[in-house]
């Protein structure tokens, strides 16, 4: 398991490495089961502290994506990614929204929005099928 981190990005270490592990089981190459790395080798791997890697790993375990066991390690919790869709539909939105202000910020059309969005969909969709990040 590979994360590259940027430190210059306003977005704190630890929800970046968040970030990458929602979407390495998003895309399956994180699979209900798999264990992760000990908090040890995860901090090792991404060049943190060892408090960075284990925050990532209690936000991953609070959101419901992965279980520590006392003694076994963290493993991938086979109901990753399913969440109470009122919540779900509301992240989204409000993902959607921030695409949208950073688009118009750019000087993006909004209007190019859809298409845009569709083109990352499919490349979402191929990147899963060769088993790919995206």
């Not at 981190?5 to 994180?30: F, T």
């Not at 991953?60 to 066991?69: K, N």
């Not at 779900?88 to 298409?115: F, I, K, N, S, Y």
């Not at 969005?117 to 191929?126: D, K, N, P, Q, Y």
Request: aromatic letters at 4%; glycine letters at 8%.
């Amino acid at each position: 398991m590979e994360l590259n981190l940027d430190p210059s990005s306003p977005v704190p270490l630890y929800l970046q490495m968040v970030e990458q592990v929602r979407n390495l089981i998003a895309i399956g190459s994180l699979r209900p089961g798999d264990r992760l790395p000990a908090v040890r080798d995860l901090a090792a791997r991404a060049r943190v502290n060892r408090n960075t890697a284990a925050r990532a790993v209690q936000r991953l375990e609070r959101d419901g994506l992965v279980q520590a066991r006392v003694g076994q390690g963290t493993f991938i919790l086979d109901s990753a990614g399913l969440v109470n869709p009122q919540v779900r539909d509301q992240a989204v939105d409000d993902l959607m929204d921030r695409v949208v202000r950073e688009a118009a910020t750019l000087g993006v059309p909004l209007e190019e929005l859809g298409w845009r969005f569709s083109r990352r969909v499919e490349a979402f969709r191929t990147s899963r099928i060769e088993g790919g990040a995206l």
